[in-house]
């Protein structure tokens, strides 16, 4: 079975500083992999994914991901952080045609 | 183009009745799926349409159905209402061809509330 773990439930990061948000995965297979942001009351917003290729994949609103095979992690960075980034953040994973599955979510909170 | 549009967006309810929720996905958007979303519980799946079949299911009652019309648009049913059925309800589409590695986009979702 696929399973997804963000290992912090919130992430705290001054403004300016390079931030990182954790996400390791459990796929039969080759895993397609995905970041999503949710602002309060708000569906979530597709901000990159990784199907093959290159192992950094870059997305929007500066973010990017780096897939790391033999420690099944897809790690989502930004070099310098906005307040405007404060939102709760999901990884998602999917194997093939199975359903999406999404991890518990990580809160990054931006201080000014 | 418009996005994933769920109507109604806000929903209240007494224990053991039934609703119904509704999904417009993306013009051309032949995949939509359901998530419920609780604080305690996070993001949990309930079903996938692709092509009017459901395609996946996730681990939830009966109690919850749902079924996908020809032009794509879904439809989600929870009968007999409980407490613990308020949640956010969360549909997203994507273009999917059949290979699944195509990314969903979510619409702004519909908040249960059941009293």
């Known amino acids: 079975a696929q399973s997804v773990a963000q290992p912090e439930d919130q992430v705290n990061v001054a403004e300016g500083n390079p931030l990182t948000v954790k996400c390791t995965y459990s796929?039969?297979?080759?895993?397609?992999l995905f970041w999503y942001v949710q602002y309060p009351n708000r569906g979530l917003q597709f901000l990159l994914k990784y199907i093959t290729g290159d192992n950094l994949v870059k997305g929007s609103y500066g973010f990017e991901a780096e897939f790391n095979k033999s420690q099944t992690s897809f790690h989502l960075k930004k070099p310098s952080a906005l307040v405007s980034d404060s939102a709760l953040y999901f990884c998602a994973v999917r194997a093939n045609t199975d359903k999406l599955i999404f991890g518990t979510g990580t809160r990054l909170q931006v201080f000014p | 183009k418009a996005g994933v549009t769920q109507t109604p967006r806000y929903l209240i309810k007494t224990r053991g009745q039934q609703v119904t929720l509704s999904c417009s996905p993306i013009?051309?958007?032949?995949?939509v799926s359901w998530y419920q979303q609780t604080p305690g519980q996070g993001l949990q799946f309930l079903f996938e349409y692709f092509s009017e079949t459901q395609r996946n299911k996730g681990n939830f009652p009966g109690r919850f159905s749902g079924r996908q019309f020809s032009n794509s648009r879904s439809e989600m049913n929870v009968s007999t209402l409980e407490l613990g059925d308020s949640a956010l309800y969360l549909c997203a589409s994507s273009s999917d061809t059949g290979t699944g590695y195509t990314e969903a986009f979510f619409g702004q979702g519909t908040r249960l509330t059941v009293v």
């Open positions: 796929v039969s297979g080759n895993p397609y």
């Open positions: 013009s051309g958007h032949r995949s």
